[in-house]
């Protein structure tokens, strides 16, 4: 695959005719300079120096920042179709992950992939994403379970960014999931915690291939006491933290997660009133993800009304990943997140927007439209904001604007 963002054109001039989500009647015009947003208002108060700008042409488009999509799965070897039969004739995915298959059998995939191959099967899936509109994407390792190729799949991600000219927050999730090869030893989990704290975290933060550090905290993974230990050790190194937390059962990681100040706690299926108290204490985002609920067809709903009512954010997400959720559009989980959840339809759009760059750090340069930020942005052929939500199964976007680059879309040309 040939891919030449720096050839894209420019966004830079005065994108006019624009409609802002929920503020119908209202004309909206952008100017972008230098790939930064200069300014933002009605066309009418606009300062005279912009109008001689190049235009481009918004066509009564509605705009909204550019999409983040704040917790995914993207590189990884193979796929997992198997277990989705294995799911249909009855099994759970607690069993399918005890007789060898789930995260493991992707670690042994990825391990087996090159790193050539792994940026092009993600590339191809980040393209998807791409094309509705992400403009910020979080991308976890944590299906390599050993240094080299924990290493690999972070080297990608970073890869990803540079020949997409996408923002990739990179997290190491090296405590996924226990590698084969510590299976059955005495003292395999404590071993290899060990070693994501000791060796792995370290190295890989030294190579500067770590935004954040993430724990799959459940019973069939890691321990309360053994997701602490990788807090202290990412707390040591400066590293913001981030939990995957009470998605099959109440382990009480929110709350240890909000006392390490978490960006996010994810999934939250069985999260207490004590996870969310602390969690609003500590400001921590609440990341919900319809695909694997779905997928896993959970019952068990995240306590929406209660995260509300606390004024707890709430971020949506796709969680790509080959096995609880192999969805590659964001605007699906939108409309999950309405459907299945009852989010309203600003909170869902809020959840994919400004919500989900807090779950990722990066609420000062993305997630919102404002003055000063790189331009991210995108242009829909759609009247109503709640057409977000209530579409799916089609992409109605006209233009991407991303990192200041027309990167997609009608205003190409
Ligand atoms: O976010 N819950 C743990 N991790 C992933 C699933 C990973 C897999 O099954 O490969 C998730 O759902
Ligand atoms: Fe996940």
Not at 215 to 241: D, M, Y
Not at 373 to 383: G, S
Request: charge should be negative; proline fraction near 5%; hydrophobic fraction near 45%.
């Amino acid at each position: 695959m040939t891919i030449s963002f720096d050839s894209y054109p420019s966004a830079d001039g005065l994108w006019t005719d624009l409609r802002l989500p929920f503020q119908p009647g209202t004309s909206v015009a952008i100017v972008v300079e230098h790939g930064i947003v200069r300014w933002i208002g009605s066309p009418d108060s606009m300062p005279k120096d912009f109008s001689g700008l190049p235009t481009h042409e918004g066509g009564d488009a509605l705009v909204t920042p550019g999409l983040v999509d704040c917790h995914t799965h993207l590189v990884y070897g193979g796929q997992r179709a198997n277990e989705f039969a294995m799911r249909l004739a009855g099994a759970s995915y607690e069993e399918v992950a005890k007789a060898g298959g789930g995260i493991v059998a992707s670690v042994r995939a990825t391990r087996e992939a090159s790193e050539d191959e792994l940026f092009s099967s993600a590339s191809h899936r980040l393209q998807s994403l791409l094309s509705e509109g992400v403009c910020a994407i979080e991308i976890k390792s944590g299906y390599g379970l050993a240094l080299e190729h924990e290493r690999k799949q972070l080297r990608v991600a970073r890869r990803l960014a540079r020949a997409h000219g996408v923002t990739v927050r990179t997290t190491f999730l090296g405590a996924h999931a226990l590698p084969p090869e510590y299976a059955g030893r005495p003292h395999g989990s404590r071993d290899y915690i060990d070693l994501v704290c000791n060796e792995m975290l370290p190295a890989l933060a030294a190579e500067g291939l770590v935004d954040a550090v993430d724990v799959f905290c459940e019973r069939i993974a890691f321990s309360l006491a053994e997701t602490e230990q990788v807090f202290k050790a990412a707390q040591a190194l400066g590293l913001p933290i981030k939990l995957h937390a009470e998605q099959l059962s109440d382990m009480g990681g929110a709350a240890l997660a909000a006392r390490y100040d978490a960006l996010s706690c994810d999934h939250i299926e069985h999260l207490s009133q004590a996870g969310i108290d602390a969690m609003r204490e500590a400001g921590t985002v609440a990341v919900l993800l319809p695909g694997a609920f779905y997928t896993l067809r959970d019952t068990q709903l995240p306590p929406i009304a209660a995260l509300r009512a606390a004024g707890v954010p709430m971020a949506v997400s796709t969680d790509h990943n080959p096995g609880t959720s192999p969805v590659l559009s964001l605007l699906l989980m939108v409309n999950m997140a309405c459907t299945l959840f009852r989010l309203t339809v600003p909170e869902a759009i809020d959840g994919v927007t400004v919500h989900a760059a807090r779950a990722l750090g990066l609420q000062e340069t993305h997630g919102t439209l404002a003055v000063g930020r790189p331009a991210n942005f995108v242009l829909w052929d759609l009247q109503d904001a709640a057409e977000l939500a209530y579409w799916f199964g089609q992409r109605p976007v006209r233009t991407v604007v991303r990192q200041g680059k027309i990167a997609l879309g009608s205003n190409r040309t």
